[in-house]
């Protein structure tokens, strides 16, 4: 029982002190030793773990808890508890697996496979799998996809994190989410209504086009990672900023072409891109408006094309600025 309390409480040691590296090695012996209490020091890891993180298993994609998770904050090893990624370097491929773009200092390891085809990504630390390592996919700016199993993690929030709001509307909101939450530095996005004149309305009475209300997406995000012209590029890119009361085969005017600022620089910056893009020969009907109280959409509605698997039918990328 006492070497149990002992392992017990150097396991909570370690949690501690597990940042700090290894200690170094003087000579052989003392080195093995080491070794072995470093093990020691390792959290236990259950057999659906140890699947992956020792024998280099890949978990079904989708499945992860990591996948489709936007919190701000460090993702460390589940082994070692050594910080590997940063929230901010998160962004969602589709690829069903968390992914970043960069890692932690030194604290992830490439491995080249044998027939170089990938390159796998172990923690530095503990030599713990964590996934494989992708480039030139042209994903991010970065060009660099972390492609990581979310059992190999453990996540740690951030405190008093950053974050900053932005409303855009432009038609079907199910298509206006799938772009803006692909972008890096977004927290979170919720679909909803802006823009009417009735108190919490629903889709059934936004779909009559006379309350007045835009198909919307409030986007939270931090400044830090992702800057608001970003965002309402991406915006503009997305969909086509020139169709007036409606958005592909979408008519009406829920589904109008608006952003709505929350401050003078938000207002600035929208008014000085449509600027832009009439100089490109745009005729733009994009509106930018003071933003009123957004309203969350149906259940149903959020995350709509990561919940059915589906593509957007009426917004697609095309480059404009
Ligand atoms: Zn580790």
Not at 58 to 86: D, Q, V
Not at 145 to 155: D, T
Not at 265 to 284: F, H, P, S, Y
Request: hydrophobic share 30%.
């Amino acid at each position: 029982m006492k070497l149990i309390k002992r392992i017990i409480l150097l396991g909570f040691f370690f949690i501690l002190t597990a940042c700090q590296g290894k200690p170094a090695e003087k000579n052989n012996s003392l080195s093995t030793k080491q070794n072995q209490v470093d093990k020691d020091k390792y959290r236990k890891l259950t057999p659906e773990e140890e699947k992956v993180i020792i024998f280099k298993g890949t978990e079904y994609p989708g499945t992860g808890i990591y996948n489709n998770f936007k919190e701000p904050g460090t993702y460390r090893c589940k082994r070692c508890n050594t910080p590997l990624f940063n929230s901010k370097d998160k962004f969602n491929s589709g690829c069903g697996w968390p992914s970043f773009d960069d890692a932690i200092g030194n604290n992830v390891k490439e491995i080249p496979d044998a027939d170089g085809r990938r390159t796998e990504i172990v923690c530095n630390n503990c030599e713990a799998h964590l996934g494989h390592v992708f480039r030139g996919e042209q994903f991010t700016a970065k060009n660099t996809r972390h492609c990581v199993n979310s059992i190999s993690l453990v996540f740690e929030q951030e405190k008093d994190v950053k974050s900053d709001t932005a409303v855009f509307a432009s038609g079907c909101f199910w298509g206006t989410e799938y772009f803006l939450q692909q972008m890096k530095g977004v927290i979170d996005t919720k679909p909803g209504y802006i823009g009417g004149s009735v108190d919490n309305p629903t889709y059934k009475e936004v779909c009559t086009g006379r309350t007045g209300h835009a198909e919307a997406v409030r986007v939270i995000f931090n400044p830090d990672s992702v800057s608001y012209e970003e965002l309402a590029k991406i915006y503009f890119e997305t969909h086509d900023p020139t169709q007036i009361d409606g958005q592909g085969p979408d008519i009406g005017n829920q589904y109008r072409s608006e952003i709505f600022y929350f401050d003078e620089n938000q207002e600035k910056i929208a008014k000085d891109l449509i600027e832009q893009l009439k100089n490109k020969g745009l005729d733009v009907a994009t509106k930018v408006t003071k933003a009123s109280t957004f309203w969350v959409a149906e259940e149903y509605h959020q995350d709509y094309y990561i919940k059915t698997g589906k593509q957007p039918y009426c917004h697609r990328y095309t480059k404009r600025f």
